[in-house]
């Protein structure tokens, strides 16, 4: 079955501090992968997403993530955090080339800057 | 509708009594999705609807857990003789046709006491 793993459950930072964010998934298809944001009282909203093509993708406020295929990694990475990026993000997966079914979560991880 | 509303926000419950969570999906959507979140465990899939058909429900718990939906919108999840491991956020997102984003609503807290 699908799995996706990340590695850090809380991780807490400095304001100005780079980020870092592990995912890594179990399946060997053709995947597509997302990572979610979830701040404060308020809903789940997409941050960024890959699905082919440029393995570096860019998201909302300054977010990047590099699809691995070999490592069956999808990092989330942000040079330099802000106050406001405290939230718990979460890395999802779903098999490609079937449709969207349904994605799989990683259980997240809780990110705190302290100004 | 602007976005996925779900109702009530927030539930609390007698042990073994039945709860009714209600989802609005955004209009249009035509995929929804039910998911679980408890703490510390993530997003846990409950259930896939395409239209008014279910064809993934393999994440349901157990029998005392089922969903519909009607007429290509609203989905309604039902839990019956609620147990306290049902206590939880649960949360439902909708997909437009041919996109792979899918969007949150806000959720149900459900507590059961």
Known sequence: ?115 | GAGVSQSPSNKVTEKGKDVELRCDPISGHTALYWYRQSLGQGLEFLIYFQGNSAPDKSGLPSDRFSAERTGGSVSTLTIQRTQQEDSAVYLCASRAPGEYEAFFGQGTRLTVV
Do not use: M
Not at chain 1, 13 to 40: D, I, K
Not at chain 1, 60 to 70: N, V
């Open chain 1, 1 to 115: 079955a699908q799995s996706v793993s990340q590695h850090n459950h809380h991780v807490i930072l400095s304001e100005a501090a780079s980020l870092e964010l592990g995912c890594n998934y179990s399946y060997g298809g053709t995947v597509n992968l997302f990572w979610y944001v979830q701040y404060p009282g308020q809903h789940l909203q997409l941050l960024l997403k890959y699905f082919s093509g440029d393995p570096l993708v860019k998201g909302i406020k300054g977010f990047e993530a590099e699809f691995i295929k070999s490592k069956f990694s999808f990092n989330l990475r942000k040079p330099s955090v802000q106050w406001s990026d405290t939230a718990e993000y979460f890395c999802a997966v779903n098999k490609g080339n079937t449709g969207f079914q349904k994605l799989v979560f990683g259980t997240g991880t809780r990110l705190l800057v302290s100004p």
